[in-house]
């Protein structure tokens, strides 16, 4: 089964609700979402929180936060699915935030790195991932594959709910 169609219908059977903040996948993981009929049903709300600006007056992703960290972080990630979830009041919430590419990589933080976060009720935990296998820095498939991880990591966590 398609994982658009599966996220919707296990968020629908459990009766839950879900958000997102996407940085570098800018709003993809929402539209993969609103495609399925019935996501209206599940899905609270997609915030694109492109600029760091709105990931703190949004999300409320702490300027000490991006200052000591950057915006390319597992901190980062995490404050931003704590806050899409806040703001939302959804039951589970998702983040990405990372280096899609064609540049902007360093040494840390390679070209198709993403860090991803979910946050259920008080737990939040955030993952680093990295997209680029064999892809030559193909943003565009960078995103695709991050955002469909992403459905698949929601999938995951509603089945353990």
Request: hydrophobic fraction near 35%.
């Amino acid at each position: 089964m398609d994982i658009r169609k599966q996220t919707v219908m296990l968020l629908q059977s459990k009766a839950l609700k879900a958000a997102c903040a996407e940085s570098c996948t800018g709003g993809l993981i929402s539209q993969m979402i609103t495609s399925v009929p019935g996501a209206s049903n599940v899905f609270e709300c997609g915030v694109c929180s492109y600029s760091n600006d709105i990931k703190m007056k949004v999300l409320g992703v702490k300027e000490q936060t991006i200052n000591e960290f950057t915006e390319v972080s597992f901190q980062c990630a995490k404050e931003m699915a704590s806050g899409v979830l806040k703001l939302s009041g959804a039951d589970i919430a998702v983040s990405t935030t990372g280096v899609a590419g064609p540049s902007g990589g360093t040494q840390e933080n390679p070209v198709g790195t993403v860090y991803i976060g979910l946050a259920i009720g008080d737990e939040v935990t955030a993952e680093k991932k990295n997209f680029n296998e064999d892809l030559c820095n193909n943003r565009a498939l960078i995103c695709q594959r991050c955002a469909e991880y992403c459905l698949e990591k929601i999938c995951k966590a509603v089945q353990n709910l």
